[in-house]
């Protein structure tokens, strides 16, 4: 095919087909695009004509993809995001007239703490956009950013999509958090025999300040495993419970009162929070200014410079 026969293909055509390589199904895949199902199956006949090639196999409830599928996609979905970033590039962004809609992934400490200024800062510039907020974490971020569910995120993030961008926006300093009145700070010893409380998204009982404890012989032991940070001071309560949070989700626990904040016993190395996004969309003016925003209002000065 020359350039000049492409002006007979339906690029609506390739996003449908992105989207299925990504969900493997029909019905998710016509959720994704706001579409109805019948649409998608119509979309996936004339793709199969125009690749000759069946595309996708039934197998079970998932829509497996062929060899020939798996060989386009890995032609296709970098020429998709360039296209993108062409179209982008010579879009202008106004704040005060938008009407984007931003996908955005956030870690439950994120959500809990950062984002209400966010919010404020967003809703004061960009009264007209919309936020769409994700629930992620290390393992869930890379295949939502891969997949276009979200555009950004934030969080602690590892290994992410071979075309995503990433900078540490804020550095994560643990704090303990304790709801009882005994006077004077606690002992490691005192620590270690007291009973915690973790937040954890899979429901683990354990995580790094463990993992820092045994390198010093010591253990702690969980009593509660909650998937958030909302509602936890409530929980601690008039209880001996102790809890490891970060700095700035110790600070919102804490400004609600019942709650003290401590330096942790153990000396426990900073973590970092990052933001990763996109490639295809690093030069959106859209997206540019919403990071920007990020950048300046979930991060902090130290990682700023």
Known sequence: MNRNDLRRVDFNLLVVFE???????????????????????????????????????????????????????????????????????????????????????????VEFSLLPPLLRRIRAEAPGVILVIRRVNYLLAPGMLSSGEISVAVSFLDELPANAKKKTVRRIRAKLL???????????????????????????????????????????????????????????????????????????????GGLRIEDHPVELPPGSLSMAWRGAQDNDPAEKWLRSRITMFVGDEESSR
């Open 19 to 109: 989207t299925l390589m990504h969900e493997r199904s029909v019905t998710k895949t016509a959720e994704k695009l706001f579409l109805g199902q019948p649409a998608i199956s119509a979309a996936l006949v004339r793709l199969r004509t125009l690749f000759n090639d069946e595309l996708f196999v039934r197998t079970g409830r998932s829509m497996e993809p062929t060899a020939r599928a798996t060989e386009i996609f890995a032609m296709l979905s970098p020429a998709l995001d360039s296209i993108s970033t062409a179209l982008s590039a010579s879009q202008e962004f106004d704040p005060a007239t938008a009407t984007n809609v931003f996908r955005i992934g956030l870690s439950d400490d």
């Open 178 to 256: 304790r709801a009882d009145t005994k006077p004077g700070k606690l002992t490691l010893d005192e620590y270690c025999a007291r009973p915690h409380a973790i937040v954890s998204f899979a429901g683990d009982l354990n995580g790094y300040v463990d993992n820092e404890l045994a390198k010093v012989g010591r253990s702690r032991q969980v009593v509660l495993a909650v998937p958030q940070f909302n509602g936890l001071g409530t929980l601690l309560a008039g209880t001996d419970i102790l809890t490891t949070v970060p700095d700035y989700t110790a600070q919102i626990l804490a400004a609600s």
